[in-house]
């Protein structure tokens, strides 16, 4: 049996591919930069979107919840999952950072954000998040059903707590083109504003100079006028020179524009608002309230939406998943000043649609006797009937 013949070629990795350079998460753009995780994080547009989406999903309390025959949900106080999402993942994570690192993954790395859950007698002791490099992911090209493997090692993926992008692809990974012309123009702004971009102007002599004295002529100039305590100093010129001072041109003064432009990029790719990355040009107290409101509908939510599910589907044994979900509080993002959360619920109570307990919860404050009734305080006589039961004590 003859196999089909075939040759044998070396690639020097001194000129790397563009799949190359993937491997390693470094990845050539049309602007000719190359953009990795790293680097992206150090354009302040791209941090900044990055830290208030992971950062606002971990600021936000986690309850497990159990859902009633009546479709219900009441708290789960007590359940054994909730001290690593509350108080600490692992002996060296705090939840917080458990939460926020995961999302922060599922931001920047296309693999997306992936946990180990360490279980021991079926009961979890810890949650591990390891380096990227370690954690491999494999779909099936059938079903798209996906295997683990950490340092090579399979891993059950009931063991593995997997939050994924849209597209399966992160969102700084479809930016890259648009956060590698970010530091293209970050780049240029440094150069454009450094003393070897553009000189100030130009001494021009009517006479030929030879070296010598044009040396002499330059360092006289640097000496009277480039000083740090130079400045306002009246400049003397001598044999006919003259100073021409050299202006921006039109592609320049329209540079900071450009810089701005890439920031509203920035902000669709991650669907964050202008505003929230400090690009305030539009910005006004009533739109700014109303993106406030778009960023927890059509940002975030999706985001702890697809983190619910990741857990649940992770941290929940198979008998517990029916009846119990795992919901991350989203009043805390939603709260309004004291005085409006007072006439709020003030409102409420007396519709009669909660009680004076489930009102005294909502401000944090425990419950009181005979507040689970629902009463309406402006025309009840209910509390004038207590004052005889305290003149007793």
């Given at each position: 049996?003859?196999?089909?013949?075939?040759?044998?070629?070396?690639?020097?990795?001194?000129?790397?591919?563009?799949?190359?350079?993937?491997?390693f998460?470094?990845?050539?753009?049309a602007?000719?930069?190359a953009?990795?995780?790293?680097?992206?994080?150090?354009?302040?547009a791209?941090?900044s979107?990055?830290?208030?989406i992971?950062?606002?999903?971990?600021?936000?309390?986690?309850?497990v919840k159990?859902?009633?025959?009546?479709?219900?949900?009441?708290?789960?106080?007590?359940?054994?999952?909730?001290?690593?999402?509350?108080d600490?993942?692992?002996?060296?994570?705090?939840?917080?950072?458990?939460?926020?690192d995961?999302?922060?993954?599922?931001l920047?790395?296309?693999r997306?954000?992936?946990?180990?859950v360490?279980?021991?007698?079926?009961?979890?002791?810890?949650?591990?998040?390891?380096?990227?490099?370690l954690?491999?992911?494999?779909?099936?090209?059938?079903?798209?059903?996906?295997?683990?493997?950490?340092?090579?090692?399979?891993v059950?993926?009931?063991?593995?707590?997997?939050?994924?992008?849209?597209?399966?692809?992160?969102?700084?990974s479809?930016a890259?083109?648009v956060?590698g012309?970010?530091?293209?123009?970050?780049g240029?702004?440094?150069?454009?504003?450094?003393?070897?971009?553009?000189?100030s102007?130009?001494?021009?002599?009517?006479?030929?100079?030879?070296?010598?004295?044009?040396?002499?002529?330059?360092a006289?100039w640097?000496?009277?006028?480039?000083?740090?305590?130079?400045?306002?100093?009246?400049?003397?010129?001598?044999?006919?020179?003259?100073?021409?001072?050299?202006t921006?041109?039109?592609?320049?003064?329209?540079?900071?524009?450009?810089?701005?432009?890439?920031i509203?990029?920035?902000?669709r790719a991650?669907?964050?608002?202008?505003?929230?990355?400090?690009?305030?040009?539009?910005?006004?107290?009533?739109?700014?309230?109303?993106?406030?409101?778009?960023?927890?509908?059509?940002?975030?939510?999706?985001?702890l939406?697809?983190?619910?599910?990741a857990?649940r589907?992770?941290?929940?044994?198979?008998?517990?998943?029916?009846d119990?979900?795992?919901?991350?509080?989203?009043d805390?993002?939603t709260?309004?000043?004291?005085?409006?959360?007072?006439?709020?619920?003030?409102?409420?109570?007396?519709?009669?649609?909660?009680?004076?307990?489930?009102?005294r919860?909502?401000?944090?404050?425990p419950?009181?006797?005979?507040?689970?009734?629902?009463l309406?305080?402006?025309?009840?006589?209910?509390p004038?009937?207590?004052?005889?039961?305290?003149?007793a004590?």
């Amino acid at each position: 049996m003859r196999l089909w013949p075939f040759t044998l070629t070396r690639k020097s990795v001194a000129y790397p591919t563009p799949d190359e350079l993937a491997l390693f998460g470094i990845v050539p753009t049309a602007s000719g930069v190359a953009v990795s995780a790293d680097a992206a994080l150090r354009v302040p547009a791209v941090g900044s979107a990055v830290r208030i989406i992971s950062e606002a999903a971990a600021s936000l309390d986690v309850t497990v919840k159990r859902i009633g025959t009546d479709g219900q949900e009441t708290a789960a106080a007590g359940h054994d999952v909730l001290p690593f999402l509350r108080d600490a993942a692992n002996d060296w994570t705090s939840g917080f950072e458990f939460i926020r690192d995961l999302v922060i993954d599922a931001l920047c790395d296309d693999r997306g954000g992936l946990a180990f859950v360490n279980r021991s007698g079926g009961r979890v002791v810890e949650l591990i998040r390891y380096r990227p490099g370690l954690f491999t992911v494999e779909y099936d090209q059938a079903t798209n059903e996906p295997s683990y493997l950490i340092n090579g090692r399979p891993v059950p993926a009931r063991d593995v707590i997997h939050l994924r992008a849209p597209f399966g692809r992160a969102p700084l990974s479809l930016a890259r083109e648009v956060i590698g012309l970010a530091l293209v123009l970050e780049g240029h702004a440094v150069k454009l504003f450094s003393r070897g971009a553009r000189p100030s102007g130009a001494l021009s002599f009517p006479k030929g100079m030879g070296e010598e004295a044009v040396k002499k002529a330059r360092a006289a100039w640097r000496t009277a006028h480039e000083g740090d305590d130079t400045g306002g100093r009246t400049a003397i010129l001598y044999d006919g020179a003259t100073f021409q001072p050299l202006t921006f041109n039109s592609t320049d003064a329209q540079f900071l524009e450009n810089r701005k432009f890439q920031i509203l990029e920035i902000a669709r790719a991650f669907r964050v608002p202008p505003s929230m990355l400090f690009e305030l040009d539009r910005a006004t107290w009533s739109n700014t309230e109303q993106m406030g409101r778009e960023f927890l509908v059509y940002c975030l939510e999706p985001w702890l939406r697809a983190l619910e599910g990741a857990l649940r589907r992770a941290l929940l044994g198979d008998d517990e998943r029916a009846d119990h979900v795992i919901r991350f509080d989203r009043d805390d993002l939603t709260r309004a000043d004291l005085s409006t959360r007072a006439t709020v619920i003030n409102s409420l109570i007396a519709s009669r649609t909660i009680n004076n307990n489930e009102g005294r919860d909502w401000l944090g404050l425990p419950p009181r006797a005979g507040g689970d009734e629902y009463l309406n305080p402006n025309i009840s006589a209910a509390p004038a009937a207590e004052e005889p039961a305290r003149a007793a004590e």
